[in-house]
C-alpha cells in the first residue's frame, strides 16, 4: 500500500505526459497543409485567402496544392497580359517611351505564361522536376516587368505585386517537392 501511494505521483505526471503530447501531435496533425504552405510565404494572409478562395484547398495534398496555386498564378497572368494588350492598344494613338516599356511588359508576361503553362503541364504529366526553378523563373519575369514601367503606383504595378505573391506561393508548394 506504501509503495504503491508513493508511485501514484509518478504514474499521475507519466500520464499527464502521454495526454499532453498526444494532443500536441493532434494539433500538429490538424493544420491543413495549405496552412503550413502559407506560414513559409512571404505574405500568410494573402496567401491564405488565394489559397481559401478554392474551396479544393481544405483537406488537400501537395498535388491538388500545386495545381491549385499554379491555376490561380496562370490566371492571373494572362488576365494581366490581356490587360496591359488592351493599354497598349488604347496607347497606340500616342508615341514615345511608355507604349515601349508597356510592350516590355508584356513580352514578359508572355514569357511567365508560358513556364506557368509548362509547370501545369508538368504537373499533368507527374514530372516534379525543376518546378521551384520555374517558379523563380515567373516571379523574376514579372519583375522584369516592373522594372521597365518604373515605380510609380499604378494598376499594373499593384498587379505584378500580386503575380510576385502568387510565385512565390507556387515556389514553396513547388519545394515539396524537391526531394522526390
Ligand atoms: C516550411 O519550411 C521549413 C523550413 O524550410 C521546411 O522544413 C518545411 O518542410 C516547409 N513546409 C512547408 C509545408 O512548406
Ligand atoms: C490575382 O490574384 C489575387 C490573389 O488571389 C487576387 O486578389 C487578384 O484579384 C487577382 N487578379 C487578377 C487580375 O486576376
Do not use: H, W
Not at 500568410?44 to 495534398?61: K, L, N, T
Not at 499533368?124 to 522536376?129: I, K, L, M
Not at 519583375?143 to 512565390?168: E, H, T, W
Request: net charge negative.
Amino acid at each position: 500500500m506504501a509503495d504503491f501511494l508513493s508511485l501514484a505521483p509518478l504514474a499521475f505526471i507519466l500520464c499527464l505526459v502521454l495526454i499532453l503530447s498526444s494532443i500536441a501531435a493532434a494539433a500538429a496533425g490538424t493544420t491543413e497543409l495549405a496552412t503550413q504552405i502559407c506560414r513559409n510565404t512571404s505574405n500568410y494572409a494573402f496567401c491564405q485567402e488565394a489559397m481559401y478562395s478554392d474551396p479544393r484547398a481544405v483537406g488537400a495534398d501537395r498535388y491538388l496544392l500545386a495545381y491549385i496555386a499554379y491555376r490561380q498564378a496562370y490566371l492571373n497572368a494572362t488576365d494581366t497580359a490581356d490587360y496591359i494588350a488592351s493599354e497598349l492598344k488604347s496607347k497606340s494613338m500616342e508615341s514615345g517611351g511608355a507604349s515601349g516599356s508597356l510592350r516590355k511588359c508584356l513580352g514578359y508576361y508572355e514569357e511567365a505564361i508560358r513556364r506557368l503553362a509548362e509547370m501545369l503541364g508538368n504537373l499533368d504529366s507527374e514530372t516534379f522536376y525543376g518546378l521551384d526553378e520555374l517558379s523563380i523563373d515567373v516571379e523574376n519575369s514579372v519583375r522584369g516587368c516592373q522594372a521597365s514601367v518604373g515605380n510609380p503606383p499604378s494598376p499594373l504595378s499593384k498587379r505584378n505585386d500580386d503575380l510576385i505573391k502568387l510565385s512565390n506561393i507556387c515556389l514553396v508548394v513547388s519545394k515539396l517537392y524537391i526531394y522526390l
